[in-house]
């Protein structure tokens, strides 16, 4: 359905265009544009159809009428209240801003920081977990190394480093993972201390601009040596050397023998040499409510309750290590393609084409 998703997006006025990167079909390849481009498009759409949207709103817990969801209590600075409802959609996120949470899933995780969404503090799974929903794959928290943190707690998403040729060592000089496995090898990383370096050459800083900004902003350390570079991010010298010498071999044959990187563009004989501070962060989780194909969220023993259904981050997984390109990448297209299935669900209209829902959606 994400054709026709897309379609009517674009019908109500996102500005939605080709594929300008692998994360990204909006005119910024920054996913946080595209989501400004769809959240802009669907506000003015419900502003039209006369939705009431209110803000600075919780939703505390879930109204229960002889079995069925009738409803939600609300918090706000005006006091406590309930909605009543039909159906009820949750579209609350995931939990990985919730660091007890996150904790309690995998204790091995405690402590580190989020660059997940500050709405992403599993509200919606305690809420469905109270009237009896399933929750599974709460475990499966993704976890990447890909961050660049400074000492005010401002951090850096990193990936196009490790994407156009750096490769990562941990504080002994050596590398131990993939080094554009991203979340893929994140606990491995957290195994050896949740942090390391990532290590390149000139050739990476001439090509992208981010990195040149990055550089910029003074995020790099810098040396005309590799053993220079060593002694000022506390390696040793012949260690971190020993690396870079396998890996130009690596290069040089096209085939990555220890770890399978499957980009080998970066020969390191491009000076100056630069390192970065990378640390682990915890990125998102896959798990959640437990629904059924229609997006209603299921019991314990696989029974749907009437009236609540749940969609996006808030549901629990749908593609296991996969982290497809729906109309963006992961968590922002399966929230849409989702979310859209669950309110045709709710609705009554799973047989209807979308284009024909309109703004009673």
Avoid at 199 to 215: G, T
Wanted: aromatic fraction near 10%.
């Amino acid at each position: 359905n994400n054709g026709a998703a897309v379609d009517w997006l674009k019908s109500i006025g996102a500005m939605l265009t080709v594929t300008s990167s692998g994360s990204s079909v909006a005119s910024s390849r920054e996913a946080g544009k595209l989501g400004l481009v769809i959240v802009s498009a669907l506000e003015a759409e419900c502003e039209k159809a006369g939705v009431d949207i209110r803000l600075n709103s919780a939703a505390t817990e879930l109204v229960m009428e002889d079995g069925a969801v009738t409803g939600v209590k609300v918090e706000n600075d005006a006091g406590t209240y309930t909605i009543s409802a039909k159906s009820v959609v949750l579209a609350t996120g995931g939990f990985g801003a919730n660091s007890e949470m996150v904790t309690e899933q995998v204790p091995e995780l405690e402590g580190y920081l989020s660059s997940c969404s500050v709405g992403a503090t599993g509200d919606g799974h305690n809420m469905a977990a109270a009237v009896g929903a399933q929750l599974r794959d709460m475990d499966y928290i993704r976890v990447n190394f890909t961050y660049h943190t400074q000492p005010n707690g401002y951090y850096y998403y990193m990936g196009s480093l490790f994407n156009t040729g750096a490769i990562f060592v941990n504080d002994a000089g050596q590398r131990f993972v993939n080094d554009q496995g991203g979340y893929g090898v994140g606990m491995q990383v957290v195994e050896q201390g949740g942090s390391g370096w990532a290590i390149f050459d000139n050739s990476i800083v001439s090509s992208m601009q981010d990195v040149r900004e990055y550089m910029e902003l003074g995020l790099f350390e810098q040396a005309d040596t590799i053993e220079e570079l060593a002694e000022k991010i506390g390696v040793d010298p012949a260690a971190l050397q020993e690396t870079i010498t396998t890996y130009q071999g690596y290069v040089a044959n096209g085939v990555d023998e220890e770890f399978g990187r499957a980009m080998l563009n970066m020969t390191f004989d491009e000076a100056p040499y630069y390192a970065c501070r990378m640390t682990c962060r915890v990125q998102g989780t896959f798990g959640g409510i437990a629904t059924d194909t229609d997006t209603r969220v299921l019991t314990e023993d696989g029974q749907a309750i009437p009236g609540l259904y749940a969609g996006g981050d808030a549901s629990g997984s749908y593609y296991g290590d996969d982290y497809p390109l729906f109309i963006t990448g992961g968590s922002l297209g399966r929230a849409f393609a989702f979310g859209v299935l669950a309110v045709r669900s709710a609705l009554g209209k799973l047989d209807e084409p979308l284009d024909g829902l309109g703004a009673s959606a």
